[in-house]
C-alpha cells in the first residue's frame, strides 16, 4: 500500500498539484497510523488469550494443590482429635476431670491408620497410657501448598483474575491457614510441648517411654502443674482439629468457586 502511495505522490509532485499532494499524503499517514493501532489491538487480543491459557493451567494447578491441603488437614484433624480425646481421658484415668469442653470416648475410624481400636478403655490399660503419653509430646504442624499462588504473584498473573470474588476468597484461604495453623500457632504449640517434657523429665519420665505406667497416672493425678501444662496441650490439640475442619470447607468452597470461574480448565 505504501508503494502505491508513494507513486500518486510522485506524480502529483512532477505535476505540481500540491494541494492534492498534500491530502493523499495525509491519507497515506492516517492509513498508517490505522494499521499500527489495528496491530496493537490484535497483539493486545493475543496477549490476553495467551494470559488466559496460562490463567487456566494454573487455576488446575490450584485445585490440584486444595485437594493435597484437604488430604493434609483430613490426616492433621485426625490426629489432633485423638490426641485430644486421649488426653482428655488419661486425665480421667488419674482421677481428674476433664476440661469443660468435655470429650468422646468413641474414636473416629480413619482410612489411613488408626491409634486405637475400638472405644477408650475405662480401666487402666498399658498399651492406652503409652500411646496416650507418646501423642502427648507430638510436635508439628502442616502448612498449604504454596508453589502455585508464589508463581501467580511472581509473574503478576493474580492480579488479571478478573473474578473480585474468586481473588478474594483465594487470598482469604491462604490467611485463615496461616492464621490457624501459621507461624504463631506453631510457636504456642512448641512452648505448651516444651513445659510439658519439662514436667515429665523433672519427674524421672522419658516422654517416648513411660516405664512406670500406673504410677505415672497417679504422679498426673497429684501434679498440678504438670495437669495445668497438659491442658494446654489439649486446648491446642481442640484448636489445631476444629481448625482443620474450617480450613477443609473453605478448600472445598474455594474448589467449587474455582470451578464456576470463566479461567477453569476441566482436565
Known sequence: MIPFFRKIRKKMADDNKPMKYMRYAVGEIALVVIGILIALQ????????????????YMNNLVEELNSDINSLTIWGYINQFRYNSLQHLLVLSGQ???????????????EFNFWEGSFPK????????ITFQNSVLFGNIKPSLSTMEELRSNGLFSYIRNSQLKTS???????????????????????????????????????????????LEWLGENRQATARLKSIIYNAKWRYESTDVLIKEAKELIDLIHKNEFFNSK
Do not use: C
Open 170 to 216: 483465594i487470598n482469604n484461604y491462604y490467611t485463615e491457614f496461616e492464621r490457624r495453623l501459621g507461624a504463631l500457632e506453631d510457636e504456642n504449640a512448641r512452648k505448651y510441648r516444651d513445659d510439658w517434657i519439662d514436667s515429665l523429665t523433672q519427674n524421672g519420665y522419658n516422654q517416648e517411654d513411660i516405664i512406670d505406667l500406673r504410677g505415672s
Open 42 to 57: 490484535i497483539n493486545n487480543w493475543n496477549d490476553e488469550r495467551l494470559r488466559e491459557q496460562d490463567l487456566k493451567i
Open 97 to 111: 476431670n476433664p476440661t469443660k469442653s468435655g470429650y468422646s470416648l468413641i474414636v473416629p475410624k480413619f482410612e
Open 123 to 130: 480401666e487402666f490399660d498399658p498399651d492406652f497410657i503409652k
